[in-house]
């Protein structure tokens, strides 16, 4: 059979159907704000006898907008338990109407086993849900949480005493709907103006003479950034020439970058600065620069030269690189260094580097360390023999290419 298809003519305006209501959405979101406390009962022996029903408690703490605070019943919480058992509990200890929360308590073994006794809510399905305290003073825990007897001579109590952990997870509900606008936020360039206040020169009222180089700075803006600035600018020792400030142990062009990174708060272009466009140069910069960083208190900046002296690693700068790393307790950059040295295709170029008679004389205990990664690689090497080839490490050659192991 065919099909009729009714022929209609195009609707006027007047008659056209309305349009496709609107689609909105919302989102409910149901979460737990979680906090923990720890409660250290010491005396455990001398509580004992307090009467039935009466407690010690911690301090109070805060989860989810709440106090909260542990009990604890060294004679038990029930007349019915005949002191037999001692009591754990955690008490809503604010204001509070019909709060629902998660509950962990834990009674640390202390005996070093991980053993510990812990009652908990958390990561379990639960029948009826979180637990709702209706008011203040409402508790959670367990009237019969332990034996006494069987308490008093196990690892959970040393020297009297008694750890008990406790985790709060308060449930939280909010609901998200649609952004009705959005209004894009440029990136900070709080460091742009600071930095084009540095080049502007202006208001500037301290001086610094560095290698027979003068630089001009606010004091201000360097209190701010280094504790070590601070204490030499406002301190009770502060440096009375104010004048002109001379800085000793330091190149001119690494005092320049370390103010670049404390106004614009980003490394300057190493190559730039030196006016060399070689990698080694760029590296010899971020050694001067991670100690001066050190010498100044000045965190990030450090943890940026590691990092870039990190990706450069190679034959004739890590011997360098590592005496520097040690010096001033660089221990992630320490770590990477001694590896690459100790690979054996490594080890002999690096030996030869007048880097290393400087290591040798200026960081002598570090030569044992490394002996212990020689040593280290070795037994691996070893274990490669034994099982083929799986896991072959990768070292670098004089020019820090990649380059492999030979077997």
Not at 195 to 205: F, P, V
Not at 238 to 247: A, F, H, S
Not at 251 to 271: G, N, Q, R, S, T
Request: charged share 20%; glycine share 8%.
């Amino acid at each position: 059979m065919g099909r009729i298809y009714k022929e209609t003519g195009k609707p006027s305006s007047s008659t056209a159907s309305p349009s496709a209501p609107a689609v909105t959405t919302s989102t409910s979101i149901t979460e737990t704000v979680n906090g923990s406390h720890d409660f250290k009962i010491t005396g455990y022996s001398l509580s004992k006898g307090i009467g039935i029903g009466k407690y010690i408690a911690s301090d109070t703490f805060m989860v989810g907008g709440y106090s909260w605070a542990i009990y604890f019943y060294p004679d038990g919480k029930s007349v019915e338990d005949n002191a037999t058992y001692v009591s754990l509990f955690i008490a809503l200890a604010s204001e509070g109407t019909d709060v629902r929360a998660l509950f962990e308590l834990t009674l640390m073994d202390q005996s070093g086993g991980e053993r510990h006794k812990v009652h908990s809510h958390f990561g379990r399905a639960l029948e009826s849900g979180p637990y709702t305290l209706k008011y203040r003073g409402s508790m959670w825990g367990y009237k019969r949480f332990f034996k006494r007897s069987t308490l008093e001579g196990s690892h959970y109590l040393k020297d009297d005493c008694l750890q008990v952990h406790c985790c709060v997870g308060v449930v939280r509900s909010n609901t998200e709907g649609p952004k009705i606008y959005s209004i894009p936020v440029p990136p900070s360039d709080i460091g742009q103006h600071f930095g084009q206040l540095l080049e502007s020169g202006k208001g500037t009222d301290v001086n610094f003479e560095v290698d027979g180089e003068f630089f001009s700075a606010h004091k201000l803006v360097l209190a701010a950034r280094s504790p070590v600035f601070r204490a030499q600018l406002y301190g009770p020792m502060k440096d009375r020439n104010m004048q002109c400030i001379k800085v000793e142990d330091m190149e001119a062009p690494v005092f320049k970058a370390l103010l670049h990174f404390i106004y614009w708060d980003v490394l300057p272009d190493m190559e730039e600065l030196t006016g060399m466009n070689s990698k080694w140069a760029s590296t010899l910069m971020a050694q001067h620069l991670l100690a001066a960083a050190d010498r100044y208190g000045l965190d990030r900046l450090q943890l940026l030269c590691e990092g870039n002296l990190c990706e450069d690693v190679a034959i004739n700068t890590v011997a360098n690189t590592l005496a520097l790393a040690d010096q001033h307790h660089c221990f992630q950059l320490k770590s990477v260094c001694l590896k690459f040295v100790a690979l054996p295709e490594n080890l002999r170029a690096v030996m030869q580097t007048d880097g290393f008679e400087y290591l040798k004389e200026s960081c002598p205990r570090v030569l044992t360390e490394l002996l212990e990664y020689v040593a280290r690689i070795s037994e691996h090497s070893i274990a490669i023999g034994k099982h083929g080839n799986e896991g072959i490490m990768d070292g670098c050659d004089v020019n820090g290419r990649r380059v492999k192991q030979r077997l």
